[in-house]
């Protein structure tokens, strides 16, 4: 069995009696959700920045989500509607008819806010409190409407507060700290801040000219509001060993967007940094179109959650497909692209695999950079589906972590070429790892030829990404 074969794989993010096909359907039967104990509204901080406006998800229209949904109708297929409980308020559908700016207009406090706050103990100056944390508590209702009742109460106990617990600084403006801020810091639980090593790979400039580095920097700190308050109707749509995925609507911009998040709560600063580095390996990557888009990332109820481009599903669900040569060397080519474009920022990905490329309109996006690390071995490794590895990983040889990914990436097409998940047999998936590869009926000797090479035992005798991408068997798929 295959397990046999992963001796030594404690530390990876997938732990041995995981890795059976068994144990991954089981996984993915698993409909019903932790339901309310998600949104306590508490600990919850922005990591980042939504940085790029949606590719496409406005073409998904949120009304063929709500008519998928509409169209539930099975016990089952409600726990799944009880999804939305997760991502939304109970008025999960926003109004048709909603008035934002007269809503805004009430909240809107139009007296100035004074530039220096100074210690107040006047009614007077406990009035100019009062007003200047209305324009602060506007500024949260705007950017979300749905900001629970809950909190709003909570603000109005707390109206007697002393003022001198409000002012921290006497002078400046930019100590002032409203009310709003300090019930919400009460209540948040930041993440670790950390540098994200990822980008030291990049060489000066290219980090000079990210245009995002300085919002990215700047929200690191900030706190929101209840992140997933700003999503409406949301359906699973995946589910890996650690996490689960939803379709969800993103109520300001009407906009489909895939939601991940961790199912295990992170408790410790070392658990959050750990599942931190797949947005930090995500956020240094920038935009690639064979990489899923990544917006934002959060941290709420001690769970992580990160909103990326949504896919219309994963390869896995070709594997029982038959597929054309032509196709095949479609998605060799978009993901050695995909490879190429994270190799050159020094970083490898270490679980390609069916389930982790996505296809969206017809275009293969790699995602799940669950275990993405350095090349330069400056990171912990932590390796994937042990399927998918090479021998030398498994005896702990990181010298060649590039060639890793195209070793999977040639088991990956291997797998699909034959139609059928891979089998867990010791032997079979030995032959593989040893770069035996059975014949393949209906397959040129060329692509056999080149499977061959990117499974070669020895990583150094395996092509590039580059060199992938520049072979002439994918002439006929160059755009
Ligand atoms: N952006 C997306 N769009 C559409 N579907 C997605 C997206 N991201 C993930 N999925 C679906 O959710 C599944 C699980 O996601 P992902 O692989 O990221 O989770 P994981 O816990 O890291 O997985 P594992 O550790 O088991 O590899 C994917 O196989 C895919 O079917
Ligand atoms: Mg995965």
Not at 103 to 120: A, F, T, Y
Not at 214 to 233: D, H
Not at 238 to 248: E, L, M, Q
Not at 332 to 350: C, S, T
Request: proline share 5%; hydrophobic share 30%; charged share 25%.
């Amino acid at each position: 069995m295959l397990e046999t074969t992963s001796v030594g794989w404690g530390r990876g993010k997938h732990p041995r009696h995981e890795r059976t096909n068994e144990t991954r359907r089981t996984k993915k039967m698993e409909g019903t959700l932790e339901r309310h104990s998600l949104l306590q509204f508490g600990q919850l901080s922005k990591l980042s920045f939504d940085n790029r406006p949606p590719s496409n998800a406005a073409e998904d229209s949120s009304s063929e989500l709500r008519n998928e949904l509409g169209s539930f109708g099975t016990d089952a297929e409600k726990e799944f509607i009880l999804s939305q409980d997760f991502f939304c308020t109970p008025d999960y559908i926003t109004p048709d008819n909603q008035n934002l700016m007269s809503e805004l207009d009430i909240n809107m406090d139009h007296s100035p806010c004074p530039s220096s706050p100074v210690k107040l103990t006047s009614a007077k100056t406990k009035t100019k409190t009062k007003r200047c944390r209305h324009a602060d508590s506007f500024s949260l209702t705007t950017s979300d409407s749905t900001w629970p009742s809950k909190h709003k109460v909570d603000e109005q106990e707390n109206d007697d507060i002393d003022p001198d617990e409000i002012m921290v600084d006497k002078t400046t403006r930019t100590g002032y700290v409203s009310r709003t801020a300090l019930a919400l810091r009460s209540r948040v639980m930041p993440p670790p801040c950390l540098k994200n090593p990822y980008l030291n790979v990049m060489n000066e400039s290219e980090t000079a000219t990210d245009p995002f580095a300085y919002q990215r920097s700047k929200c690191a700190s900030e706190f929101i509001s209840t992140p997933t308050l700003l999503f409406g109707l949301s359906k699973q749509i995946g589910a890996g060993n650690f996490s689960r995925v939803f379709k969800v609507l993103k109520r300001i911009d009407g906009c489909l967007y895939a939601v991940k998040y961790s199912t295990r709560k992170l408790y410790l600063d070392s658990e959050r940094s750990k599942a931190m580095m797949e947005v930090q390996a995500l956020a240094a990557l920038g935009f690639h179109e064979n990489v899923v888009g990544y917006y934002n990332s959060w941290f709420e109820n001690e769970q992580l959650y990160i909103q990326l481009e949504l896919c219309d599903h994963s390869l896995s669900k070709k594997s029982s497909l038959r597929i054309s040569e032509r196709q095949i060397l479609v998605i060799m080519h978009q993901i050695a692209k995909a490879l190429q474009f994270v190799h050159e920022r020094g970083i490898a990905h270490l679980d390609v695999k069916p389930e982790n490329i996505y296809i969206k309109n017809g275009v293969c996006k790699l995602g799940d950079f669950g275990c993405a690390t350095r090349l330069d071995k400056s990171l912990p490794v932590e390796e994937g589906d042990a399927r998918y590895m090479p021998q030398e990983i498994l005896n702990e040889n990181y010298e060649h972590l590039d060639k890793v990914d195209i070793f999977s990436l040639g088991v990956t097409v291997y797998e699909l070429i034959r139609g059928s998940p891979l089998t867990e047999s010791r032997n079979k998936s030995m032959n593989i790892k040893e770069g035996k590869l059975p014949l393949l009926p209906g397959h040129s000797l060329q692509l056999q030829q080149l499977l061959k090479t990117m499974m070669d035992r020895e990583p150094s005798r395996r092509p590039s990404a580059r060199e992938l991408m520049e072979h002439p068997m994918f002439d006929m798929v160059r755009d």
